[in-house]
């Protein structure tokens, strides 16, 4: 059984940074796309950032330029830098992971997820 974990979420006044993590455990992907996605009060789940093993990357417009997403593959743990935050960006903030390469945006494309982590901007 695959479990994700995150963790570093928590309040920021905006124009803050917070990094989050995620950590998978019960099977090693050697091969897989991890993914952060979010879901704030009242509003769907909407993808943020996701990458591959090779480094393959791919954001969210409303993210680019602000936030990074990287990975430890020796570790299992994969990050999300996010910084000049605002108020918009106040979410519960989903990991996810998916076998296979191709990194994509589908929600319904990936195979586990975590329970979620709370971010939230004060303006």
């Known amino acids: 059984q695959v479990q994700l974990v995150e963790s570093g979420g928590g309040l920021v006044q905006a124009g803050g940074s917070l990094r989050l993590s995620c950590v998978v455990s019960?099977?090693?992907?050697?091969?897989?796309?991890m993914g952060w996605f979010r879901q704030a009060q009242g509003k769907e789940r909407e993808f943020v950032a996701a990458?591959?093993?090779?480094?393959?990357?791919d954001y969210a417009d409303s993210v680019k330029g602000r936030f990074t997403i990287s990975r430890d593959n020796a570790k299992n743990t994969v990050y999300l830098r996010m910084n000049s935050l605002t108020p918009e960006d106040t979410a519960v903030y989903y990991c996810?992971?998916?076998?296979?390469?191709?990194?994509?945006?589908?929600?319904?494309?990936?195979?586990?997820w975590g329970q979620g982590t709370q971010v939230t901007v004060s303006s």
């Open positions: 990458i591959n093993r090779s480094g393959g990357v």
């Open positions: 019960g099977r090693t992907f050697s091969s897989g796309v």
């Open positions: 996810a992971a998916r076998q296979g390469w191709r990194v994509t945006p589908n929600p319904q494309q990936y195979d586990y």
